[in-house]
């Protein structure tokens, strides 16, 4: 027998009432309130006379609401929201009887907080055309046919630029040459990326001076903040920079819209939106008044607003400031879910988790085109005990010793899971798939991470620890930043000083080993993932990050970096083309590093004599010099080198099959092909990460060490290194930014001193010219008379400048 539609609702209907007796032995009736875009308020909300706003849909759910399960369908089609939707704890379903808002049909119903824009186009020059738009109209965004356009903007939009910051940038792009031209750039933005390159800085064109120079007002968004980096500058909404397809400017004093439309595009048929609103559906709830039981299925959210010029709030300690927004906000929850939902090219964060919720679960999304972060967890630092905003340290003696949190008022508990987030950190350059600050036992599972401009999952802290990362496919990322890794995480707790405090932390810590572990409480584990980051660390553990499980991962490029911190074990990781950094270890620190996969030798930086004995079993596929590079510190006396016979690194199985040599250091195979999203509609579209093949020969001669080491350089009692490439990121510069490092300094040097250099200084001025060699630094030095010495130098990862007299002999090397 054929049934109508309205027949077949009705038998779902009681298919559903059935389900939720049998499961709950409630004889609560199910309730279906129906939303469609043509439907009217004034309606019921049935099948038949559906209202037509999400608001009215929950005002007629809130009569239900925790007494029966209430599902409200939205049908096919676009809803311009006026408003956000707003739930409170009036809202809330129950165990028993949830409150359900979900597609029809997935991904064909559409909540907007856009405007679209009826208008009427005529040309204007050189492919330009404009049109009139409504007095008092803002926009921040515009879209033609769902996808983003460019604000007219200097250097050009590339998209195959995707390792260049902004897609586009010049160290011209505000210069008073340019700006000549530019008749009034007052609402123009900069965009900068950060000296170096942590993170950007975004700014409002304010005018000119009487010198033709821009004047701007903004740079808050970094919390480390340095000078603008010199060439990584862009700047938009500039009407005299409108020369490229894709490209707009808005004249608001004119009302005019003025758009360069790319090939293919009829305008006389194009669907042109604007954005109007930041947040589509916040969930606004307290710990004493939660929304419980509320979920959103199926539904498709765009077009929301950029808040770049928002983004002020200091997380702990890190390069990050954050704006407590997004798409979706979701404050005060408890057992809610966001499933099966695409949130498409949002301005900024997409999902933002903030302070008190619990056992959240967002599973099935879909985020691209995150102008911030896909989905950020961010507690309150009032939870946090003795929180410290900024990069220095605090006094050691004055701490609070009691462990974890002093309130509930942070994320815990939360999933995300089964997950596509891709082109992450369109606009704002401190964006991450998942972000994770002040919160707990957040668990990050089988989700496919890439094209993201920094982290593909960061960890701010170690407040609160106990998270699960595992089953993840992470690639493509730290694109337009450096020094970085696709995962990356900072520990930077109460217990944590930069460099020149080691030796009150390693003090502190001998009395108190429980320390470390006062925010770092639980264990957070990194498992059964692949990751690959071509412009910094696979994994990367900085400053301070304690109590971590990293093993069973797949490194395809960057390797793993542990740097300051205590108890962390990294085992059973292949770590392709790369090998472990290692960044100034604590003596104590408790680090283990076994029954890995290496290929190559050890990469210390700052390590001194703080290796520990925990670096063993290992296997090198490279050869005996690489293994016992570094044996005088105790490290691999029971590593083996040899082939591990990669099953097909081609496409993507590096399962061993030389079983003898898994068993000689204790190795064990672990699943290739579970990595990343699950979700079939999702899995046929998701990338996958370029895959090495890399020859190994391994060479099993025997090693003999070098009758005498090289002489050490060293310069009036100051040892002298040169660290290079990704070493010189221990000190807090770039890659590629050189400098001498003081290795060791006697305390009678005449170097030293009070005001004098020291230990772990990088020496990268002297008196006016760069440094960035030793024999950089000789020739500067055999130029100067007078002994005299300006010394521009690195130390706890700030610049400072150490200014000396020095006799003229102390002017030669010895």
Request: aromatic fraction near 10%.
């Given at each position: ?12 209907l ?7 007796t ?5 004889l ?11 439907g009217?308020?004034?309606g019921p ?16 759910a809130r009569?239900h ?11 096919d089609g ?15 379903g ?5 409150v359900?808002?979900k ?6 119903a ?7 824009l009826?208008?009427?186009?005529s ?5 330009i ?22 604000m ?13 910051p ?28 950060h ?11 304010t005018?000119?001076?009487e ?14 903040p340095?000078?603008m ?5 862009m ?8 020369d ?15 758009f ?10 194009a ?10 559906i ?23 607003v950029?808040?770049?010029m ?30 099966n939902?695409?949130i ?10 903030n ?14 085109g ?9 507690g309150d630092?009032?939870?946090?005990r003795?929180p ?9 003696s ?18 995300v899971?089964?997950s596509?987030?891709?082109e992450?950190?369109?606009?704002e ?5 998942v972000?994770v ?18 982290a ?8 609160w620890?106990?998270?699960l990362?595992?089953g ?30 080691h ?8 009395a ?9 409480m639980?264990t957070?584990?990194?498992?059964d993932?692949?990751?690959?980051c ?15 499980e ?13 740097r ?13 083309d ?15 590093f ?7 030798a050890?990469?210390?930086a700052m ?7 925990g ?14 590079k570094f044996a005088?510190?105790g490290?691999?006396s029971?590593?083996?080198v ?94 590629d ?10 305390p ?6 009070a ?26 030095l ?6 005299k010495?300006?010394?521009?130098v ?19 090397f010895?």
């Amino acid at each position: 027998m054929k049934l109508n539609p309205i027949t077949r609702r009705a038998f779902a209907l009681a298919s559903t009432a059935l389900i939720f007796t049998l499961a709950h032995g409630s004889l609560a009736m199910a309730v279906e309130i129906h939303v469609a875009p043509n439907g009217a308020d004034t309606g019921p909300g049935t099948v038949q006379a559906p209202v037509k706003t999400p608001e009215a849909a929950r005002n007629l759910a809130r009569k239900h609401a925790g007494k029966e399960p209430v599902t409200i369908l939205f049908a096919d089609g676009v809803y311009y929201l006026d408003q956000t939707l707003l739930l409170t704890d009036a809202d809330s379903g129950s165990k028993s009887a949830p409150v359900v808002y979900k597609a029809d049909h997935e991904g064909k119903a559409v909540l907007s907080g856009g405007l679209p824009l009826k208008l009427q186009w005529s040309p204007h020059k050189d492919g330009i055309y404009k049109a009139a738009t409504p007095a008092g109209l803002e926009l921040d965004q515009l879209f033609v046919n769902g996808a983003r356009q460019n604000m007219a903007r200097y250097p050009n939009y590339d998209p195959a630029k995707t390792t260049v910051p902004y897609r586009g940038s010049a160290a011209d792009a505000f210069a008073p040459e340019r700006a000549a031209k530019w008749a009034d750039p007052i609402g123009g933005y900069i965009h900068a990326m950060h000296g170096a390159s942590w993170g950007g800085y975004h700014y409002r064109i304010t005018g000119k001076n009487e010198n033709g120079e821009v004047t701007y007002e903004g740079g808050w968004q970094n919390n480390r903040p340095g000078a603008m980096h010199k060439t990584a500058r862009m700047v938009e909404n500039i009407f005299e920079e409108l020369d490229a397809p894709g490209e707009w400017f808005h004249d608001r004093k004119a009302n005019t819209l003025y758009f360069y439309p790319p090939a293919g595009v009829d305008l006389a048929k194009a669907t042109v939106e604007g954005v109007r609103l930041e947040t589509l559906i916040e969930v606004r709830g307290t710990q004493q008044k939660p929304v419980r039981f509320v979920t959103f299925d199926g539904l498709v959210f765009r077009h929301t607003v950029r808040t770049f010029m928002e983004n002020k709030e200091p997380l702990l300690r890190s390069d990050w400031t954050i704006y407590r927004g997004g798409a979706i906000l979701l404050g005060g929850a408890e057992d809610c879910n966001l499933l099966n939902c695409f949130i498409d090219q949002p301005g900024a964060n997409a999902v933002f988790v903030n302070n008190y919720n619990r056992r959240l679960r967002l599973a099935g999304l879909h985020v691209f085109g995150a102008g911030a972060s896909a989905v950020a967890f961010v507690g309150d630092p009032a939870a946090v005990r003795n929180p410290v905003f900024r990069y220095g340290g605090q006094k050691l003696s004055a701490l609070d010793l009691t462990p974890g949190p002093q309130s509930d008022n942070y994320p815990m508990e939360c999933v995300v899971e089964d997950s596509l987030f891709h082109e992450i950190g369109m606009v704002e350059k401190q964006g991450a798939g998942v972000q994770v600050s002040m919160s707990r036992r957040i668990t990050v599972r089988h989700c496919s991470i890439y094209d993201t401009s920094r982290a593909g999952i960061n960890i701010n802290e170690g407040t609160w620890g106990g998270h699960l990362i595992e089953g993840c496919d992470v690639f493509n990322t730290v694109q337009e930043t450096g020094d970085h890794g696709s995962f990356n995480s900072w520990g930077r707790d109460r217990f944590w000083l930069p460099r020149r405090g080691h030796l009150q932390t390693e003090e502190a810590v001998a009395a108190n080993p429980k320390l470390p572990f006062l925010d770092a409480m639980e264990t957070t584990i990194i498992r059964d993932s692949r990751w690959r980051c071509d412009h910094g660390w696979d994994i990367d553990l900085d400053d301070g990050s304690s109590n971590y499980e990293i093993y069973n991962n797949l490194m395809l490029h960057g390797g793993l970096k542990f740097r300051e911190g205590y108890r962390r074990t990294g085992t059973n990781n292949i770590i392709v083309d790369n090998s472990f950094t290692l960044a100034c270890w604590y003596p104590q620190s408790g680090d283990v590093f076994q029954h890995n996969i290496v290929m190559g030798a050890y990469r210390p930086a700052m390590m001194y004599d703080n290796w520990g004995h925990g670096s063993d079993s290992n296997l090198f596929t490279t050869s005996h010099g690489d293994r016992l590079k570094f044996a005088a510190y105790g490290v691999d006396s029971n590593s083996i080198v040899g082939d591990p016979q990669f099953a097909d690194p081609a496409k993507g199985d590096f399962t061993v099959r030389n079983e003898a040599l898994a068993k000689a250091i204790g190795f064990k195979n672990f699943p290739m092909d579970r990595f990343g999203v699950q979700k079939p509609s999702l899995k046929a579209i998701a990338k996958t990460p370029a895959m090495p093949n890399p020859v190994i020969k391994p060479d099993l001669t025997p090693f003999t060490p070098p009758a005498a080491q090289p002489a050490a350089v060293v310069w009036q009692g100051a040892t002298l290194g040169e660290p290079k490439g990704e070493t010189l990121t221990a000190y807090g510069v770039a890659f590629d930014s050189g400098g001498v490092s003081i290795e060791k300094i006697q305390p009678k040097s005449p170097l030293a001193g009070a005001k004098g250099l020291q230990e772990g200084d990088l020496i990268q001025g002297l008196n006016g010219s760069k440094i960035t060699s030793i024999a950089n630094l000789k020739k500067v030095l055999g130029g100067i008379k007078d002994g005299k010495l300006t010394l521009k130098v690195i130390r706890s990862q700030k610049a400072e400048t150490v200014e000396l007299k020095v006799g003229f002999k102390a002017l030669s090397f010895k």
